[in-house]
């Protein structure tokens, strides 16, 4: 599976998604994967500038199932969005971020052996290797377990914060292999989606990310 993702300007990042450039992008719709029931319609946008890969998360929901204030807990264990990059296929070395509806986020590096594997969070995490992230919700307000329409997570991981990856930063026809996810916990169990579905619920299965081409 593959998403080419066009090049911009940089740009703010907002949550909201207003900004031109998104135009220029085509959404990607993400699958509902697993045994979960939720049938919320979810989908993403990406481009990229020279510093960085920007993300756009659209999720329907009826209730933003989150709690946890801190970042760098373990947010997956409620509602979020996930991307993972695996820009060099010479290395079992991957990133993954995590960005709950409240903007609490986890940014990790992950050494993944035959399937044994740890994130390991960034070091020197400020400035220019800081990643840009915002969230906004419709039909309710952003607040712990709020009733609401949808919520949209946007963000920028600056390729400084990649530094020492293989195959970093992008220029145009490079190729990563990639791929996006959501999990909801309005029901349990929770439903799991992905834009490459050949990962199924394991979304660590990285052999079986899609690809993503930079123009």
């Known amino acids: 599976m593959d998403m080419v993702v066009r090049k911009a300007d940089d740009f703010e990042v907002t949550g909201a998604g207003t900004a031109s450039a ?23 946008k990406a481009l990229y500038s020279v510093t960085g890969l920007y993300l756009l998360f659209d999720c329907e929901d009826r209730t933003l ?4 204030p801190n970042d760098c807990d373990d947010i997956f264990r409620e509602d979020v969005v996930e991307v993972f990059l695996w820009p060099d296929e010479a290395q079992a070395l991957y990133f993954e971020y995590e960005i709950s509806p409240l903007g609490v ?8 052996h035959e399937g044994s594997f740890m994130g390991w969070r960034p070091w020197h995490y400020e400035g220019d290797r800081r990643i840009r992230r915002a969230t906004s919700v419709r039909g309710g307000p952003k607040a712990s377990l709020a009733a609401v329409e949808a919520w949209t997570a946007e963000f920028c991981i600056p390729f400084a914060l990649l530094r020492g990856l293989g195959n970093t930063p992008p220029v145009t026809g490079t190729k990563w292999r990639a791929n996006m ?11 799991h989606w992905a834009w490459c ?5 394991n979304f ?4 079986d990310f899609g690809t993503i081409i930079f123009e």
Do not use: K
Request: overall charge positive; hydrophobic content about 35%.
């Open 181 to 191: 996810y959501r999990i909801d916990y309005d029901s349990s169990p929770a439903t």
């Open 204 to 207: 660590h299965r990285f052999r």
């Open 22 to 44: 998104w135009q220029a992008a085509d959404w990607q719709a993400l699958r509902c994967l697993g045994p979960g029931s939720a049938t919320y319609a979810t989908r993403v």
């Open 65 to 68: 199932t989150c709690t946890m």
């Open 105 to 112: 986020e986890l940014p990790i590096l992950v050494p993944n």
């Open 197 to 201: 579905e050949r990962t199924g619920c």
